[in-house]
């Protein structure tokens, strides 16, 4: 890091927001920093890989450690390798116009969160700490990539297994499950009670698809839905923001819209509840580390 100055760190945040906010959806990591390689003029330390680790270049895990600080200064959010510019970050690209003062008040605020840890760590160590938070990143962008890639290409009748098998870990008592065949609109059924005597009545509909479920594929699973029903629509490829307005809005139907991310979540939060046979649908392994690297 010794020829990356503070102004050079304040281009790449600069580089790294004005990539974001061109997609206030959030964009990948791996997208990101590709971009960036058109955007910036790197330098031939930059293009260099690092000597002990051919094939790793410098300029990647450069552009990791200039996040850290906006991450902490609530400016980026990192979640399962998808970086988001927040409110406050679009504030700061646009009141912070010099690249070295934007990384110095990136610097000021991480300051800032760091005095509010319960250690204060000396120089080297935060140096070692910044470096196994880039370090961790990475790993869960791998990490979410593996994932992604294992639910995105999964029977569409072992994904509705999944599905129903999260329900159960979540305390529901599903009754019924689609047999393979044309789709009617419903794929799980499921209860409050084991004997489905008490409202509401749950229906489910399960799509394992890259593209998003627009509207009118939303209004369609809302007409099959009753007065004391509520609905859970499950989708892979997740939402069109017309749709996600669309189930906020409803004041008659009861509606969650869960995507991979959303799913996922759940899955790891009823990751003990959920019997043996039914871990291997998405079987999952944690990583330990220390806290204070986070």
């Not at 393979?180 to 059924?189: C, N, Q, Y």
Request: charged fraction near 30%.
């Amino acid at each position: 890091m010794a020829e990356i100055t503070r102004k050079r760190v304040g281009e790449i945040i600069r580089a790294v927001f004005e990539v974001l906010l061109q997609h206030p959806e959030g964009m990948r990591a791996k997208d990101v920093l590709a971009k960036l390689e058109h955007t910036l003029t790197l330098s031939e330390f930059e293009k260099s890989d690092y000597p002990k680790h051919p094939g790793i270049r410098r300029f990647e895990k450069t552009a990791r450690f200039a996040t850290i600080a906006p991450v902490k200064a609530g400016w980026m959010i990192k979640n399962k390798g998808r970086w988001t510019l927040t409110e406050d970050g679009k504030a700061a690209c646009k009141n912070f116009t010099d690249p070295e003062e934007l990384a110095r008040r990136a610097s000021e605020l991480y300051r800032q969160w760091k005095a509010g840890q319960p250690e204060d760590a000396g120089e080297d160590e935060e140096t070692v700490a910044a470096s196994a938070t880039a370090a961790l990143d990475e790993a869960e962008e791998r990490a979410w990539e593996e994932i992604a890639n294992y639910l995105n290409n999964i029977q569409p009748y072992v994904f509705q297994s999944l599905v129903a098998a999260l329900l159960k870990a979540m305390g529901y008592h599903v009754s019924w499950e689609a047999p393979p065949g044309p789709d009617k609109g419903i794929d799980i059924l499921a209860h409050t009670d084991p004997l489905g005597a008490t409202n509401p009545r749950i229906k489910v509909q399960v799509k394992r698809q890259a593209s998003s479920v627009d509207v009118g594929g939303l209004r369609s699973f809302l007409a099959v839905l009753g007065d004391q029903d509520v609905g859970i629509f499950v989708c892979t490829g997740g939402f069109t923001s017309a749709a996600e307005s669309e189930a906020r809005t409803q004041e008659k139907r009861k509606i969650t819209l869960l995507d991979m991310e959303k799913l996922f979540d759940l899955w790891v939060q009823h990751y003990g509840k959920l019997t043996e046979p039914d871990k291997r649908l998405l079987p999952l392994k944690p990583v330990y580390y220390l806290e204070g690297l986070e």
